[in-house]
């Protein structure tokens, strides 16, 4: 074991981390991270192409138990901020029409945040898992599993559960509790969710079949792209809905949202065609032929309960999410420190000066499409600007 000192401690190099350490001026600054490479969870974000943030970010955009505190970082750093560094990088980005803002790889996002940090200031120790981190006497002891560093001010960037294979840990959770913050609770986020047994059954067959859905659950609608798995639903419309602990929930998919389908059956019930005839080309054929199932007959034949069968099969598929898809999966994990004890300008712990959170680790969620990472740059921007001014 070595002893070190230093002025700064970034605990995770993810992106709050990484950003953060950007944007440190201090002279003596050291990144902490358990994985040998950093910046894992960046180079698989949006599908390599590091969906990086947003045109459209509003405080409406997070949650948690008060998803107000993300307003003050979220005013201090803008999406327009992060792309004039791209910019000033002279890197390309796709702004999609929905706003959405992506790299043409995540490679890039990534080496232009370490491109930021000053290696003649700043120490990269990688391969160090962080066990615990006290203070004592002003000055903030971190232990490792290999070493042990002193720094006198930390900015804990550890993230969320998300993704253990990449690194991720409930270090930043532990060392919340071990400061007396709360923490509230976590689950896995944005990401697929189970089908009940029956449902399964049925729909199991279909794996790998997409389309477009309105699915909702409560008062939570979303439409968007949904994708069959062999366990129940993924794509961007059941991710947004698994932000809202659905679990044990009934949720409902309506699969042809533009199209009044009711109005098409009456239209063509003296027909001698089929349901799935009629709506060919709609969704895929396979997909028609398990929800239709038994009541694919001519539409001449078709009586009132069956018309009423297919309706709902194609309007209103309901089923009971029997639960979501774990942290293996989860690209978030929402809930987390609680922030009420969190400076919502410098995000600096208020009863332990020289303590500072930010990222994921935070009760602060995003809904899909670049908005977690446009918190962990603003967070980690608000963190650091603090840092600055007291330097
Ligand atoms: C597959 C996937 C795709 C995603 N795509 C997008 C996207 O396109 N757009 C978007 O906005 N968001 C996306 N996200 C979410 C986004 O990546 C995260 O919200 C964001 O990275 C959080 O930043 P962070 O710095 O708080 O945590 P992280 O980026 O997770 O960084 C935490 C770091 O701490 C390290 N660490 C953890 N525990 C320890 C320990 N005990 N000791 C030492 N080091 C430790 C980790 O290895 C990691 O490097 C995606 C997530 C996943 C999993």
Redesign the pocket.
Known sequence: MTMQAFDIAV?????????AAGSLSGKNKII????RK?????L????G?????NQNISGADYFGANPRFCLSALAGFKPDDFLALLRRNKLPFDARPDGRLFARKSADILNMLLSRIDGKTTRFEYG????KVRKEGGIFEIL?DKNIFHACKVIC????L??PQ????R??YDIAADFGLAVTPRYPA?TGIIFDDATRAVCGPIAGISCRARVKCGGRIFTDDILFTHRGLSGPAVFQLSLYGVKGRQISADFLPDTDVSALLAANKTRAQKPSALLQGLLPARLLQALLGGNDAQLANLNKNQIAAVLRALNNFTFTAKDICGYDK???TAGGVDTKEISSQTMQVRAVEGLYF????LDIS?R?????????WAS?HAAARAINKDL
């Open positions: 605990l995770g190099a993810g992106a709050g981390g990484l950003f902490i991270e358990g994985n950093p910046g894992l969870k960046i698989a974000s949006g599908g192409l590091c969906n990086f943030g160090n898992k962080i066990k490792t960037a550890l993230g969320g998300s993704r990449l690194g991720a840990s270090a930043a944005l989860a690209e978030i930010c990222g994921e680790a995003g899909l499409g670049g908005y977690n990472l446009h918190w962990a980690a």
